[in-house]
Antibody, heavy 120, light 106 residues
């Protein structure tokens, strides 16, 4: 069973950056695509990007390409997302999610979510 | 960009059947996946590839997909099924797309 453990809530001022982590169970990196998806208050879900198993080419949603970065640390089985130049519209719960290499196009497992608040 | 439209809410009595629709242009040509999200929790996959269920999901949850509408059906609804439900597809031009969500009230 895949377990995804995310870092805690963050509060940032407008214009600042935030980095959120997602620690996965050990074999996840070789078996799953790891994604970041966000949910604004009372809203639906918005896909942001993904890292393939074993590293490789990271894919970003076009609207986030200029200020969103995903990285991974295989030694600790952790993926990170960093969002820069934060604005009020970035207030959301950010989820990491895993999609199997055989399934790819849906999300088998989700982290618990990380609340990001942007406030002056 | 590709859009998936769901009714904002569905109300159903316990023991009855709830049907949640997900409309999109020729969505029948895509694989549709469904998630359940209870308040304050992360989503959980309940149906994938139109009609398959992950391990541990009751048979009461079923799906279908044809034409411009996919449907999630919950039979013999229980109080514990009260949640928000979202459909999702992958689209070549829009990547991963989620529906607008439906609140099911029991």
């Amino acid at each position: 069973q895949v377990h995804l453990e995310q870092s805690g809530p963050e509060v940032r001022k407008p214009g600042a950056s935030v980095k959120v982590s997602c620690k996965a169970s050990e074999d996840t990196f070789t078996r799953f695509f790891l994604h970041w998806i966000r949910q604004a208050p009372g809203q639906g879900f918005e896909w942001m990007g993904m890292i393939p198993p074993g590293g490789g080419n990271i894919a970003y949603a076009q609207r986030f390409q200029d200020r969103f970065t995903m990285t991974r640390d295989a030694s600790s089985s952790t993926v990170y997302m960093e969002l820069t130049t934060l604005r009020s519209e970035d207030v959301a719960v950010y989820y990491c999610a895993a999609a199997g290499v055989a399934t790819v196009r849906y999300f088998d497992f989700w982290g618990q979510g990380t609340q990001v608040t942007v406030s002056s | 960009s590709y859009v998936l439209t769901q009714p904002p809410s569905v109300s159903v009595a316990p023991g009855k059947t709830a049907r949640i629709t997900c409309g999109g242009n020729n969505v029948g040509g895509k694989s549709v996946h469904w998630y359940q999200q209870k308040p304050g929790q992360a989503p959980e996959l309940v149906v994938y590839n139109d009609r398959d269920r992950p391990s541990g999901i009751p048979e009461r949850f079923s799906g279908s997909n044809s034409g411009n509408t996919a449907t999630l059906t919950i039979s013999r609804v229980e109080a514990g099924d009260e949640a928000d439900y979202y459909c999702q597809v992958w689209d070549a031009t829009s990547d991963f797309v989620f529906g607008t969500g439906t609140k099911v009230t029991v």
